[in-house]
T-cell receptor, first 116, second 115 residues
Framework: AQSVTQLGSHVSVSEGALVLLRCNYS??????LFWYVQYPNQGLQLLLK??????LVKGINGFEAEFKKSETSFHLTKPSAHMSDAAEYFC??????????????FGTGTKLQVIP | DSGVTQTPKHLITATGQRVTLRCSPR?????VYWYQQSLDQGLQFLIQ???????AKGNILERFSAQQFPDLHSELNLSSLELGDSALYFC??????????????FGNGTRLTVT
């Protein structure tokens, strides 16, 4: 079964610094992976999704994720943090359930704090 | 704007009561998912519907039930409410149930407070 693990429930970076949020997935062929962002008092929004065959996936707001099959990782990065990036980020994996319908599992989330 | 509408935004009620949360999915989406988000449990999958039929159950209590109507809107019914049911309840929708690379589109949630 597909599952995702996010390392670090809280990450703090200085404004302008590199953002790195970690996600590892359990093996599943092919992996269907996503990153979502949740701003306070809002629902989750899609940042990006993995496309089969890609190693680097670009998303919105300058975020990108690198897919590394050898490390079963799908880490999220942004070269330069902005204050507006402060939010909670969720890695998610999708797979068929027993009836063949989409089952989406979310990681436990990482809260990103950006320090001015 | 995700296109998913949830009502009400906030709900305050007493223990033992029953409430109904409503969700209208994004236009064209046939699949609806319900999630519960709380500080201690994180984001928990409750139940999924596809085109009116229940397709998957997660950590949904027996006191909770849901349905999806012919017009594809969905309702989540929570009864015999307990203090521990206080949480954010999210509805999400996707295009169809078997496209595993389809992202979910979330509403802004209903914040339930049980006093």
């Amino acid at each position: 079964a597909q599952s995702v693990t996010q390392l670090g429930s809280h990450v703090s970076v200085s404004e302008g610094a590199l953002v790195l949020l970690r996600c590892n997935y359990s093996s599943s062929v092919p992996p269907y992976l996503f990153w979502y962002v949740q701003y306070p008092n809002q629902g989750l929004q899609l940042l990006l999704k993995y496309t089969t065959g890609a190693t680097l996936v670009k998303g919105i707001n300058g975020f990108e994720a690198e897919f590394k099959k050898s490390e079963t990782s799908f880490h999220l990065t942004k070269p330069s943090a902005h204050m507006s990036d402060a939010a909670e980020y969720f890695c998610a994996g999708s797979e068929p359930n027993s009836g063949g319908y989409q089952k989406v599992s979310f990681g436990t989330g990482t809260k990103l704090q950006v320090i001015p | 704007d995700s296109g998913v509408t949830q009502t009400p935004k906030h709900l305050i009620t007493a223990t033992g009561q029953r409430v109904t949360l409503r969700c209208s999915p994004r236009s064209g989406d046939l699949s609806v998912y319900w999630y519960q988000q709380s500080l201690d449990q994180g984001l928990q999958f409750l139940i999924q519907y596809y085109n009116g039929e229940e397709r998957a159950k997660g950590n949904i209590l027996e006191r909770f039930s849901a349905q999806q109507f012919p017009d594809l809107h969905s309702e989540l019914n929570l009864s015999s409410l307990e203090l521990g049911d206080s949480a954010l309840y999210f509805c999400a929708s996707s295009v169809e149930g078997r496209a595993y690379n389809s992202p979910l589109h979330f509403g802004n949630g209903t914040r339930l407070t049980v006093t």
